[in-house]
């Protein structure tokens, strides 16, 4: 693996989690008893444009990994999201979360296609 990989990958992963922490910080505060959720932040959809253009810049500087970048540049929404889950499913709630994690599918495919668009034409460059 060379270094522009692995550097990509950490811009990618502190970029995330710091998207995640805005969009849960700017989230409203429904109800006294349920935790902020940030599907309802105002700023959830230019996180994921900026994790787009990150994940294009990794596809383009280090075509060889691909779309995996927009996954990459996802992955702390996953993982947060995924935790929120696990705590509710014990807590015995059913919720809403399928909805959410189609919603959260969707607003991957922003910085996975970015990535993808601009490796392919990296390596058509290249």
Do not use: H, N
């Not at 811009?11 to 505060?29: D, H, M, N, R, W």
């Amino acid at each position: 693996m060379t270094r522009s990989v692995l550097v990509w990958a950490l811009i990618l992963v502190v970029a995330g989690a710091v998207a995640v922490a805005l969009c849960v910080v700017t989230a409203p505060v429904v109800s006294a008893e349920a935790p902020r959720d940030f599907f309802d932040s105002p700023f959830l959809l230019p996180a994921f444009l900026v994790l787009a253009v990150l994940a294009g810049l990794a596809g383009w500087f280090a075509p060889q990994v691909g779309l995996l970048w927009g996954l990459l540049a996802a992955a702390p929404f996953y993982v947060y999201f995924a935790s929120r889950v696990v705590g509710e499913l014990r807590g015995g709630g059913q919720g809403l979360w399928p909805v959410g994690l189609l919603f959260l599918v969707g607003l991957t495919l922003i910085p996975l296609l970015a990535a993808l668009a601009t490796s392919l034409v990296a390596r058509a460059r290249g």
